[in-house]
């Protein structure tokens, strides 16, 4: 499939050209906009989420022809295949099962070997939770410390974060992710060994950062007088890689298990998520799977025009390779949500960001966009500058609850107002003579300053509440949305070779690094080979390998 040739991206590579100097301005206009309006034709809904994508730069006929061009990129056909389990994976011959860890039936694909391992999770969970699992001392746990890094942090900690207000038992909940000591060192002035389980999570079991974190606290363990017979009682794993993990000393009734049919990314919903379970409990984390769940049935069956998934992919293809946008923003009017976009820059920039097809030929159009954004109503007052008058298209997602998470008064309704007041703003811009009117003929050297060019795209997605179910719904959104865009450009989305290249040279240059005889740096450049050499100079570098 040559994306260029298909007879859809030519037409709409055409009435792009049509409706680019259009102004969405015209098109609210309360006289041409009679019932059904923008917003009714342009709002859909399922699984408890409302998506309005009506301000955007779209018209009904751009919508047909992106549901067209999906039709055509085979996004049905592909994304059956993945629910049923084909290889949706060829580099690394995987299934991409994570939809099956939240399917509620039992003839869904390793319906059995999910459930078990989830009655597992929640027996530890409910032990912790109910301060019966003990630590060497006889102390309850208090700390929980998860160890891991992208696909094994990103998503539980976001996922913690945003369900705080349904953590009702004292345990806190720490994520430790950089190789950075300053992460790790942070973690333990907090907290206290006696009380203290670990959760190592990796898929691999081999990730330097991870590895090196966790070698780093069981030495912490045993400098506080824990034996390694009794550390079992403070490391439990999640890994594919049973091996390692046993030969890391961790008890095998301690061992959680990952598949390969579940990629990193799309792992929270597994063992993976075991922290978040601890934190919220198992039955709000059966209502997390529930929401994403409900997602995945409105992608499989809801028809592309009002299927949300398909249309945020869509509206992304649309800016991506037709308006030349090279980012878009995520700002979830929500505290809560503070993680989400970093959770969501590893979801669609590692699944997204590839230049190959599936069939290996180089493509020729944009993929991935730069994913980047702030919860509001910070961020308003951080880069909203350049959103209302830079140069440059700027797409953005609004995210907000109609529910605040807290009980103080006046404050909801201000966060509200500020994301409704936006994307309003966003769009509707301010034109020239409305500058005038504002400042009046004796400052009109500020009028340039004070117009908006408007026109500005944005979706809106409500939620009720801020939830476990509609934050599994949320999330899950976000996957289709990322697969969607993936079966559009003919990548794949679920492997990640582009981050495989630096930590090889990682390695070389950590070796060269705490090597104490003279090392031979001729291999590298010679930006490399100065950096080498002044960092093997500098007195803190302080050698001593931990794993
Ligand atoms: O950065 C690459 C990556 O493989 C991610 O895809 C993954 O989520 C992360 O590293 C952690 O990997 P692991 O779970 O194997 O430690």
Redesign the pocket.
């Known amino acids: 499939m040559i994306l260029h040739s298909l007879s859809t991206w030519s037409a709409l590579a055409a009435h792009y050209k049509l409706i680019r100097n259009s102004h969405m301005r015209d098109w609210f206009d309360p006289i041409s906009d009679l019932a059904p309006t923008r917003a009714d034709r342009f709002t859909v809904t399922g699984g408890g989420l409302t998506l309005d994508f009506s301000k955007n730069r779209v018209t009904d006929q751009t919508i047909s022809l992106l549901i067209q061009l999906a039709q055509e990129t085979h996004v049905q056909a592909r994304r059956d295949a993945m629910f049923i389990g084909e290889i949706v994976n060829p580099t690394e011959r995987r299934a991409a099962l994570h939809t099956a860890l939240r399917a509620s039936d039992a003839s869904a694909p390793y319906a059995a070997q999910i459930k078990a391992e989830r009655i597992k999770m929640a027996i530890l969970a409910e032990r912790v939770r109910n301060r019966q699992w003990l630590g060497y001392t006889g102390q309850p746990i208090e700390h929980i410390v998860n160890i891991?890094?992208?696909?094994?942090?990103?998503g539980p900690k976001m996922v913690t974060h945003a369900l705080r207000h349904f953590a009702k038992s004292r345990i806190r909940i720490h994520y430790v992710s950089n190789i950075d000591g300053v992460d790790l060192q942070g973690v333990l002035e907090q907290i206290n060994p006696e009380k203290t389980l670990v959760i190592i999570?990796?898929?691999?079991?081999?990730?330097s950062?991870?590895m090196t974190n966790a070698c780093s606290l069981r030495d912490w363990f045993r400098r506080s007088g824990c034996t390694s017979d009794q550390l079992v009682s403070h490391f439990v794993a999640v890994?594919?890689?049973l091996q390692e993990v046993v030969r890391f000393g961790i008890s095998p009734d301690n061992i959680f298990e990952?598949w390969d049919w579940v990629?990193?990314?799309y792992?929270l919903w597994s063992a993976?998520g075991l922290s978040v379970m601890i934190a919220i409990g198992p039955k709000n984390f059966d209502q997390l799977l529930k929401g994403a769940h409900l997602i995945d049935e409105h992608f499989r069956y809801a028809p592309l025009e009002h299927n949300m998934p398909v249309l945020l992919g869509m509206l992304g293809v649309w800016y991506r390779n037709f308006f030349g946008s090279q980012s878009y923003v995520v700002a979830p009017y929500s505290q809560a949500l503070y993680f989400l976009p970093a959770y969501l820059q590893?979801l669609e920039m590692?699944s997204n960001g590839k230049s190959v097809t599936l069939d290996g030929h180089i493509v020729d159009y944009p993929t991935a966009a730069v994913v980047w954004g702030e919860p509001g109503t910070n961020s308003q007052h951080a880069f909203f500058q350049m959103l209302h008058q830079g140069p440059t298209i700027v797409p953005i997602d609004f995210i907000i609850s109609l529910t605040p998470e807290h009980s103080l008064p006046g404050h909801h309704e201000k966060l509200l107002a500020n994301c409704f007041a936006q994307s309003e703003a966003l769009m509707l811009g301010r034109t020239e003579a409305e500058a005038k009117n504002i400042v009046g003929c004796k400052q009109a050297s500020l009028v340039p300053h004070i117009v908006f060019p408007g026109n500005r795209p944005t979706n809106t997605i409500l939620l009720d509440e801020l939830n476990p179910q509609s934050l599994g719904a949320l999330i899950a959104l976000y996957e289709h949305k990322t697969f969607v865009q993936a079966a559009v450009w003919n990548i794949n989305p679920f492997d990640?070779w582009g981050?495989e290249l630096g930590?090889i040279l990682g390695k070389v240059v950590e070796s060269e690094l705490i090597s104490t005889s003279s090392v031979d740096l001729r291999n590298h450049d010679s930006s490399t080979r100065a950096l080498i050499t002044r960092a093997r100079e500098s007195a803190t570098l302080k050698s001593g390998i931990v794993c």
């Open positions: 891991g890094i992208g696909g094994s942090d990103l999570v990796s898929k691999t079991f081999t990730t950062e991870t890994s594919a890689n990952m990629g990193g990314r792992s993976v590893q590692e990640q981050v930590k």
